[in-house]
C-alpha cells in the first residue's frame, strides 16, 4: 500500500526498511532534513512518504571497529570535533564537516546525510515558477539539460564537502538493505549521473563510515566559495597522504560524481593534476565559470603538495 502524505518515525533499522518495502516508489528517508526538506520547498522532492531515521540508536555514535573507526550515519556534523577518536586520526573530516553551510546547519545536518546530499546546479536549485519560465530541464523531467543548451546530459554537481575528506582517506560505507548488509568504498557509489547521481538501491540505509585506523594521514583541504559564512562548494579539494607514500586526491563541486586521483608521493605532479582536471567535467552551472574552477583545481592540489611537502 502506497502511503499519502505519511510520516514514519521507526527505532529498528529492520522495522525502517520494512516501512520503506511499503511504500515503494513512493517514500524518502529522512535525516537531519536540511536538504531533503529544502528540496521538498522548492518542489524538488514530493514523495509522499518521509521515514524519520533519526530515533534511530543503532546508526549513532563513534568506535573503534577492528582496523576501522566506525561513525554512525547519524552523527551530526558540528559534533564531529568533540569526539576524540576523530581530532587524533582525522582531522581533515573536521574541517570538511566545518565548512559546511552555517552553524544552524551542522547542529542538524548529519554526515550520513551529507554525503548522500541531492546534487545541484544554478538551473534546478531555484522555485518551481523560476524553473517553468526557465524551461524545466533534465534533472525535473524536461528533455533538455538548460545549462549546455541543449546536451541529453545531467553535469549537475556533487556537492558533498565531507565526502571529498572522507575518500581521500580511503572511508568505506555500510550499508543496510532488506535482507543483507554490505560494505564498500564511497566514492563507488557516485555514478556521474547527475539526473541519478546515486546507485543505491530506493530502501537501503547508510548506517555507518568507517575510516582505515593508523594509516597516519597527513591531508590538506580547501573550499571554493562565495561566502565564508555559508555557501554550498563551487570545489571542495582534499588531499591525504599515508605513512606508506600513499596519495590520495577527491574533490567535490566541479562534477556529477566525486573525482578521485590515486596514486603515490612518488608521481608526476603535472600529471596527477592533469588526471583530476580530466575527471572534472565541470560545467556553465555555478556561480562561478567553469574556467575559474578548473584553474583552482590545479592551485589548490599545488597549494596541498607544497604544504605537505610532496
Ligand atoms: C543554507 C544551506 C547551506 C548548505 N551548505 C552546504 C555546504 O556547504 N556543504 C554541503 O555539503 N551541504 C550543504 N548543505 C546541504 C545539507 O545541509 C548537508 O548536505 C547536510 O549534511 C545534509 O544532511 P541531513 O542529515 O540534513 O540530510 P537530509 O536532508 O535528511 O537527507 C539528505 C538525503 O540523504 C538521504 N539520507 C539521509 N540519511 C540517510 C541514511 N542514513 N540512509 C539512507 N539515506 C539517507 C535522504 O533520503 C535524502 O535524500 C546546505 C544546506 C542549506 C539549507
Ligand atoms: S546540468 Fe542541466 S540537466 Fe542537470 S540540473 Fe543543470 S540544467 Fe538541469
Do not use: H
Given at each position: 500500500m502506497i502511503a499519502e502524505k505519511t510520516y514514519l518515525i521507526p527505532t529498528t533499522i529492520n522495522e525502517a526498511i520494512e516501512l520503506a518495502k511499503a511504500n515503494l516508489g513512493a517514500f524518502k528517508y529522512l535525516a537531519g532534513g536540511t536538504d531533503i526538506m529544502v528540496n521538498r520547498f522548492q518542489g524538488n522532492e514530493d514523495t509522499p512518504c518521509l521515514i524519520d531515521i533519526?530515533?534511530?540508536?543503532?546508526?549513532k555514535g563513534v568506535s573503534k571497529e577492528g582496523d576501522y573507526l566506525r561513525i554512525g550515519a547519524l552523527e551530526i556534523l558540528e559534533e564531529l570535533k568533540f569526539k576524540k577518536e576523530i581530532v587524533e586520526e582525522f582531522p581533515l573530516l573536521i574541517e570538511a564537516a566545518l565548512s559546511v553551510g552555517a552553524p544552524l546547519i551542522r547542529k542538524t545536518a548529519t554526515i550520513g546525510g551529507n554525503v548522500l546530499c541531492e546534487n545541484r546546479c544554478l538551473f534546478y536549485n531555484q522555485s518551481e515558477w523560476w524553473r517553468e519560465s526557465a524551461g524545466f530541464c533534465l534533472k525535473c523531467?524536461?528533455?533538455?539539460c538548460i545549462a549546455t543548451k541543449g546536451k541529453k546530459v545531467c553535469y549537475s554537481e556533487l556537492v558533498s564537502d565531507t565526502a571529498p575528506a572522507l575518500i581521500a582517506m580511503d572511508a568505506v560505507i555500510e550499508l543496510t538493505d532488506i535482507e543483507k548488509t554490505s560494505r564498500v568504498k564511497l566514492e563507488s557509489i557516485y555514478t556521474g549521473d547527475g539526473v541519478t547521481p546515486r546507485n543505491l538501491?530506493?530502501?537501503?540505509?547508510?548506517?555507518a563510515i568507517l575510516l582505515p585506523l593508523n594509516r597516519e594521514f597527513k591531508t590538506d583541504f580547501y573550499k571554493l566559495r562565495e561566502r565564508e559564512s555559508l555557501e554550498f562548494t563551487s570545489l571542495t579539494c582534499a588531499v591525504a597522504v599515508d605513512k606508506n607514500g600513499k596519495l590520495k586526491i577527491a574533490l567535490s563541486g566541479v562534477d556529477p560524481k566525486a573525482v578521485v586521483v590515486e596514486g603515490t608521493v612518488n608521481d608526476n605532479k603535472t600529471g596527477v593534476i592533469k588526471k583530476a582536471l580530466k575527471g572534472a567535467?565541470?560545467?556553465?552551472?555555478?556561480?562561478?565559470?567553469r574556467k575559474y574552477r578548473r584553474e583552482m583545481i590545479s592551485v589548490y592540489i599545488n597549494r596541498s603538495f607544497e604544504k605537505l611537502k610532496i
Amino acid at each position: 500500500m502506497i502511503a499519502e502524505k505519511t510520516y514514519l518515525i521507526p527505532t529498528t533499522i529492520n522495522e525502517a526498511i520494512e516501512l520503506a518495502k511499503a511504500n515503494l516508489g513512493a517514500f524518502k528517508y529522512l535525516a537531519g532534513g536540511t536538504d531533503i526538506m529544502v528540496n521538498r520547498f522548492q518542489g524538488n522532492e514530493d514523495t509522499p512518504c518521509l521515514i524519520d531515521i533519526t530515533k534511530i540508536n543503532e546508526l549513532k555514535g563513534v568506535s573503534k571497529e577492528g582496523d576501522y573507526l566506525r561513525i554512525g550515519a547519524l552523527e551530526i556534523l558540528e559534533e564531529l570535533k568533540f569526539k576524540k577518536e576523530i581530532v587524533e586520526e582525522f582531522p581533515l573530516l573536521i574541517e570538511a564537516a566545518l565548512s559546511v553551510g552555517a552553524p544552524l546547519i551542522r547542529k542538524t545536518a548529519t554526515i550520513g546525510g551529507n554525503v548522500l546530499c541531492e546534487n545541484r546546479c544554478l538551473f534546478y536549485n531555484q522555485s518551481e515558477w523560476w524553473r517553468e519560465s526557465a524551461g524545466f530541464c533534465l534533472k525535473c523531467e524536461g528533455d533538455v539539460c538548460i545549462a549546455t543548451k541543449g546536451k541529453k546530459v545531467c553535469y549537475s554537481e556533487l556537492v558533498s564537502d565531507t565526502a571529498p575528506a572522507l575518500i581521500a582517506m580511503d572511508a568505506v560505507i555500510e550499508l543496510t538493505d532488506i535482507e543483507k548488509t554490505s560494505r564498500v568504498k564511497l566514492e563507488s557509489i557516485y555514478t556521474g549521473d547527475g539526473v541519478t547521481p546515486r546507485n543505491l538501491s530506493e530502501t537501503a540505509i547508510l548506517t555507518a563510515i568507517l575510516l582505515p585506523l593508523n594509516r597516519e594521514f597527513k591531508t590538506d583541504f580547501y573550499k571554493l566559495r562565495e561566502r565564508e559564512s555559508l555557501e554550498f562548494t563551487s570545489l571542495t579539494c582534499a588531499v591525504a597522504v599515508d605513512k606508506n607514500g600513499k596519495l590520495k586526491i577527491a574533490l567535490s563541486g566541479v562534477d556529477p560524481k566525486a573525482v578521485v586521483v590515486e596514486g603515490t608521493v612518488n608521481d608526476n605532479k603535472t600529471g596527477v593534476i592533469k588526471k583530476a582536471l580530466k575527471g572534472a567535467r565541470a560545467i556553465e552551472n555555478d556561480m562561478y565559470s567553469r574556467k575559474y574552477r578548473r584553474e583552482m583545481i590545479s592551485v589548490y592540489i599545488n597549494r596541498s603538495f607544497e604544504k605537505l611537502k610532496i
